[in-house]
C-alpha cells in the first residue's frame, strides 16, 4: 500500500538550509529560512534562555506528565505582553503547543470541529500556512496581500474579501511582521478590519509569530487587541521560536477568547481533546525555560533588551538597504516601512535562481529575504548582485 504514495517535495523553505550547508563559497549569504541572524551571522541561544535552562535543569525534580494543557505558567506568563490590560473577564484561556506550527494546526482542527468550512488567506502568506489548511480539507479563499510588483500593502484585498466571505467563514491574519511580505496593517486599518468581520460575522485566526521584532510588544500588539476588543470570540496562534530564539525546541500557545465566560470550560474541553489525539502533551523543555524567564524581573529584562537589540539592528539593516533606492525592478525604499524579518523583492524566478548559482545568495524562491541576513559585510555584495541579475 506504501507504494502508492505519490512522491511529495521537500518543503521548499526548510530545503534551502541543507542547499546553502552545501554551497562552499567563502561569500556565500543566507537569506532563506525566518531565523534571526546578528552582526555576525549567528544565531545564538539568548542569554537569558541559557540562564533559564541552566535554572531549570537545577531545579526541576520531575518529569512526569502535565497534561495536554502543558505548562500553564508558560502560558499564562505571556498573556500580559500579547493582551496587555485587556479586561477578558474570565473569556480568554490557553493551552501550550508544539510550536506556532502545533498552535496554528489546534486552532483550524477546532474551527473545523466548530463547523467551520472555509478560511481566508492573503497571499502570499507562510508557505505552511496553505499546507496546514489542505492536511485537513479546509477549503481556502484568497485574496492579494500586498502589490508583489510595487511592494505595496493591498489593504482593498482583505476588505474585498471579508465582503465576500460568508458568516461563519474564518480569516487569516498575521498580528505583525507579516511573513513573508514585511507590511502590515495600519491600526486605523486593523480597526476597519476589525468593524468588517464584527459585521460580518467572520472569524479571526491571528498569527502572532513575529511578537516584539516590528516596533516592540506593546505596538506589535495593537492589531490583535483592537481585532479582540471588536469581535465576540478570536483564536490566537502564537510563536516563541523568534522573540526567544526557540525554533528547533518547539514553543508555541493557542489562546481562545471565548464569546462568554459560560462558554469557555466547554471550547476549552474540545481544545484539550483535540490537542491530546494530535500530540497528547506539548513538549516541556522549552515553555519551561520561557516560563523562568518570565517569573524573574532580572531575566525578564535580560530578554527584552535582546530583542530591543535584534528590532534594533533590523531597523538599521532595512534602512542601510533602502539607501540603494530603485535597483531595476526592485525598490529597496519599500523595505524601510516594513517590519520584521521580512521583505519581499519582485525579482522572476531565474533571477532567484542566477542569485543562487552565480552568487551564492540563497532566497526563498517566493522573492522573501531574511533582511536579517544580512550584515554590514554583506549588504553591498547584496544590493550589487541584485542589480547584476536585471540585467
Ligand atoms: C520561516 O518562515 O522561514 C520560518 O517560520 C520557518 C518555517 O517553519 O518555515
Redesign the pocket.
Known amino acids: 500500500m506504501l507504494e502508492n504514495l505519490s512522491e511529495q517535495p521537500a518543503?521548499a523553505?526548510?530545503a534551502l538550509i541543507k542547499l546553502y550547508a552545501a554551497d562552499t563559497s567563502s561569500d556565500k549569504i543566507d537569506l532563506?529560512?525566518?531565523?534571526y541572524r546578528d552582526a555576525d551571522g549567528g544565531t545564538p541561544v539568548f542569554a537569558a534562555i541559557k540562564a533559564a535552562e541552566k535554572r531549570l535543569v537545577e531545579t526541576q525534580d520531575s518529569k512526569s506528565y502535565l497534561g495536554p494543557e502543558g505548562d500553564m505558567g508558560f502560558v499564562n506568563g505571556l498573556v500580559p505582553y500579547i493582551f496587555g490590560d485587556m479586561a477578558l473577564a474570565g473569556r480568554l484561556d490557553g493551552v501550550q503547543t508544539p510550536?506556532?506550527?502545533g498552535a496554528v494546526r489546534l486552532a483550524c482542527d477546532l474551527l473545523m470541529a466548530s463547523g467551520t468550512k472555509k478560511i481566508w488567506m492573503g497571499t502570499p502568506s507562510?508557505?505552511?500556512h496553505a499546507q496546514i489548511f489542505k492536511a485537513i480539507n479546509m477549503e481556502v479563499g484568497t485574496f492579494e496581500h500586498i502589490d508583489i510588483a510595487t511592494q505595496t500593502l493591498n489593504f482593498e484585498g482583505v476588505m474585498n474579501a471579508i465582503a465576500q466571505a460568508s458568516s461563519g467563514d474564518a480569516l487569516l491574519l498575521h498580528g505583525c511582521c507579516h511573513?513573508?511580505t514585511g507590511a502590515d496593517y495600519s491600526a486605523e486599518q486593523w480597526q476597519q478590519i476589525a468593524d468588517a468581520i464584527a459585521a460580518k460575522g467572520v472569524f479571526p485566526l491571528l498569527d502572532l509569530?513575529y511578537h516584539g521584532l516590528g516596533h516592540g510588544f506593546e505596538e506589535d500588539s495593537i492589531g490583535v487587541r483592537t481585532i479582540i476588543k471588536t469581535v465576540p470570540e478570536a483564536l490566537l496562534a502564537y510563536?516563541c521560536?523568534?522573540n526567544f530564539g526557540m525554533?528547533r525546541e518547539r514553543v508555541g500557545a493557542l489562546y481562545v477568547i471565548a464569546p462568554n465566560a459560560g462558554s469557555l470550560p466547554k471550547i476549552m474541553s474540545n481544545v484539550y481533546a483535540l490537542a491530546r489525539a494530535n500530540w497528547s502533551m506539548p513538549p516541556d523543555h522549552g515553555g519551561a525555560a520561557v516560563r523562568i524567564i518570565l517569573e524573574d524581573a532580572g531575566l525578564t529584562q535580560m530578554w527584552l533588551d535582546e530583542v530591543g537589540s535584534m528590532r534594533a539592528r533590523m531597523r538599521r539593516v532595512r534602512d542601510t538597504l533602502a539607501s540603494h533606492g530603485k535597483v531595476g525592478a526592485v525598490d529597496f525604499a519599500a523595505i524601510a516601512g516594513q517590519n520584521g524579518?521580512?521583505g519581499m523583492l519582485p525579482l522572476t524566478k531565474e533571477q532567484i535562481m542566477m542569485l543562487r548559482s552565480e552568487h551564492s545568495i540563497y532566497m526563498?524562491g517566493s522573492g522573501?529575504i531574511?533582511i536579517a541576513g544580512l550584515t554590514r559585510h554583506n549588504i553591498e555584495k547584496f544590493a550589487e548582485a541584485v542589480r547584476t541579475v536585471q540585467k
Open positions: 518543503d523553505l526548510l532563506g529560512v525566518g531565523v510550536g506556532g506550527t507562510w508557505p505552511n511573513n513573508p509569530a510563536s521560536d523568534k525554533y524579518l521580512f526563498a522573501r531574511n
